[in-house]
């Protein structure tokens, strides 16, 4: 290992190969790999009876081994008059036929189109460094002039992203077709290897140049070639595999329970991503079975953004539930078609063993396991585009509780689940009364089914419905007495049309600034907006200040339930700029004496929360929280009474006449039932 070069610089130094070859001596040098593991690829382009030009041969084998199988026209080319004088002492009795010559790889001394081939190994590595890789562009050039018609650049590379750039865009301009090999270490052989994969570019000399360049990936020495548009398009395939070699290396060396390590398997034909693969350790110290090694768990299609298989926390409970030393969680992307779980496994089996635990024996067998044994369900009825949002599909899903569900993602964030509602078959509707009473089977025909209006998805919604037991909705002195709703955010529409159906003498208008959501609402979620329940579409903040200037409205409620668009902020729900203070102020003044804001907060940045916390705390005097179980999510129920000692016991007391109310309304207007718990949902309650 001390005789590697230091630094990129030395690669091209005539002098340190001279040093290296010195030192070196007898002792083959095999950089990037041996014959057996470049013979397929090299039979496949170079045949036994080219003319072959080996450039930088060093004291490598390779040649040696090449000839002992038939090819007997090899010129080999070094710089280092050491390592010539040295190869051809070694071979001038057993291979005589066999030539090393000293000579610059820029300035040969051979006619043009008199190799057929040109085989390099490790040297355009050495040489693209120095001087911003003028004498690697120099070294092509001759190669170039020397191959004839027809003739091959092969080139065994670490394919550095500078080195196979200024490679690929020289032979681009010629008008050269170039393709570029993966080669995969074999699995459990990654200890004595580089982390990074070798590549194998061929580069093909064609009469006339190619007048569209002709760029393509393989994967192994047998690949099926994919053809790839763009020199960037290429560079990013080799980025991908060089990050999948140093993935397994780190796999096959190393645990790491926190690490939380993820990667992307793309269909080799279309390049569409077809799984992803999260990789959970058990913690140092876990009492795992001996057996227990190793396992994979695919997660059933339309479960994925569930928290058990989404977020890191609930894939670590998982994992220590399933009690293997590392399990690897499988899931299926959308617009991928899976027949089976026999399929799915023996599609996955080749890649199993490269993401193994350190130690682990390359035959041991490898359990699948799954919830249920089947690959669950999911159906896309719509998908568009959204000028505000980006790409949306809507699709039906079969829930592990064996339910379906119709849910709304944006594809710009596929784990996060927009909006959510339960189906049930139109013909039963009315008879569906108890949640998972009656399993529904899935079904292609969306006209057969219905949207479940008494059924809330997102438990924070379920939390904001009983936080309006806080203006004793449903008590004897409330009787009759109106309710007034502003919520910011429409999403599926299931909310506020909870709202309108079950809450008594309710108002509720909704600002969506996404005109594609409120037409996606309708059409899929039954959205049905009334004179009770009406929508302004535009931007959620500019009503909330026309609404505060005009004066001559107040709400009993403030929702906020808008998403952030800003996939790289801390703060995901709602967008920072509605909890600014100018924005909170507004807020409070829209509220009736008796009002209530209430705030859906999903924020992982702790230092983010605790400004927001501090700066609501500012306006509202009595702040009530709820965290969502499994979830992100954060309910805060914020008062303007300052008596927050009689807080708690009276929403106690209204837990029981919000939830009968809400049950009475269920009668006029809809055939559902409101699926709530009010008391359950409000007895975790933490006073700010």
């Not at 913690?283 to 079975?289: L, N, Y």
């Not at 668009?565 to 909170?584: H, Q, R, Y």
Request: glycine share 8%.
């Amino acid at each position: 290992m001390s005789l590697l070069p230091r630094t990129a610089e030395e690669f091209s130094s005539a002098e340190y190969w001279e040093r290296f070859f010195k030192k070196r001596g007898e002792k083959a040098f095999e950089w990037y790999g041996d014959y057996n593991k470049l013979c397929g690829v090299l039979h496949k382009y170079i045949k036994v009876q080219d003319k072959v030009l080996v450039v930088g041969c060093g004291n490598s084998e390779l040649s040696e081994q090449m000839y002992d199988v038939g090819y007997k026209y090899l010129t080999n080319i070094d710089i280092s008059e050491t390592v010539v004088t040295h190869m051809n002492q070694r071979n001038a009795e057993r291979r005589p036929g066999l030539t090393f010559q000293q000579v610059d790889a820029t300035q040969t001394p051979y006619e043009e189109a008199s190799y057929q081939a040109a085989l390099d190994k490790g040297t355009l590595d050495a040489m693209a460094s120095e001087e911003e890789g003028s004498l690697a562009r120099a070294m092509l050039t001759e190669v170039g002039r020397v191959l004839s018609v027809g003739g091959r650049y092969v080139c065994v590379t670490l394919a550095q992203e500078s080195v196979v750039k200024l490679a690929v865009e020289h032979f681009v301009q010629l008008g050269w077709a170039v393709r570029l090999h993966c080669l995969q270490e074999e699995s459990g052989k990654e200890e004595e290897s580089f982390a990074l994969p070798v590549f194998v570019l061929v580069c093909t000399k064609f009469r006339q140049p190619m007048p569209a360049p002709i760029l393509e990936m393989c994967l192994g020495e047998d690949g099926a070639p994919v053809r790839l548009a763009r020199v960037a398009d290429l560079l990013s395939a080799v980025r991908e595999h060089q990050a999948y070699g140093v993935l397994k290396k780190r796999l096959r060396t190393s645990t790491d329970a926190g690490s939380n390590l993820s990667l992307t398997l793309c269909h080799t034909k279309t390049g569409l991503p077809r799984y992803t693969l999260t990789v959970q350790d058990c913690p140092p110290g876990a009492k795992v079975p001996r057996s227990n090694q190793f396992a994979i768990f695919i997660v059933p299609q339309g479960s994925e953004t569930t928290w058990q298989y989404s977020s890191a926390e609930g894939r670590r409970e998982l994992a220590a539930s399933a009690n293997f030393r590392r399990l690897v969680i499988a899931a299926m992307h959308r617009n991928q078609e899976y027949s089976d779980m026999q399929a799915v496994q023996s599609e996955l089996s080749p890649m199993v063993m490269d993401l193994a635990p350190p130690g682990m024996p390359a035959n041991q067998q490898v359990p699948f396991l799954s919830v249920g044994g089947d690959l669950g369900w999911r159906e896309e009825v719509s998908s568009g585009v959204s000028e505000l949002s980006g790409e949306y599909c809507v699709e039906n899903v079969k829930g592990e509780d064996g339910e379906l569900y119709r849910r709304l993602v944006f594809l710009s964030n596929t784990s996060l689940v927009q909006s959510e509602s339960r189906l049930v078959a139109s013909s039963t509707a009315s008879s569906h009364k108890k949640r998972n009473k009656k399993k529904v089977k899935p079904t292609t025909s969306s006209a057969s089914l219905s949207v479940d209006s008494g059924f809330l998805c997102c438990a924070h919604h379920e939390v904001m419905v009983a936080g309006l037991a806080a203006l004793g909705v449903g008590t004897p002195e409330n009787k009759d007495v109106p309710v007034s709703v502003l919520l910011v955010g429409l999403g599926g529409g299931g909310l506020p049309q909870f709202l309108r159906d079950f809450v008594p003498d309710v108002t509720v208008e909704v600002v969506e600034l996404d005109p594609a959501i409120l037409q996606v609402a309708k059409e899929w979620f039954g959205f049905r907006p009334d004179e009770r329940l009406t929508v302004t579409l535009g931007d959620g903040l500019e009503r909330i200040c026309a609404l505060e200037k005009g004066g001559d409205r107040l709400f009993d409620v403030v929702m906020f339930d808008a998403d952030n668009k800003d996939n790289s902020a801390g703060m995901s729900c709602p967008p920072a700029a509605f909890v600014e203070t100018l924005i909170l102020q507004k807020v409070r003044r829209l509220l009736t004496p008796r009002g209530v804001f209430i705030l859906n907060l999903v924020c992982r940045d702790s230092a983010l929360k605790k400004s927001v916390r501090e700066r609501v705390a500012a306006e509202f005097p009595t702040i009530l929280s709820r965290k969502v179980e499994g979830e992100v999510n954060e309910v805060l129920l914020c008062s303007l009474s300052s008596d927050a000692t009689r807080i708690l016991p009276s929403l106690n007391r209204a837990a029981k006449s919000l939830q009968g109310a809400l049950l009475r309304s269920s009668g006029t207007g809809t055939n559902h039932l409101p699926h709530i718990d009010v008391a359950e949902l409000l007895k975790d309650l933490k006073v700010e």
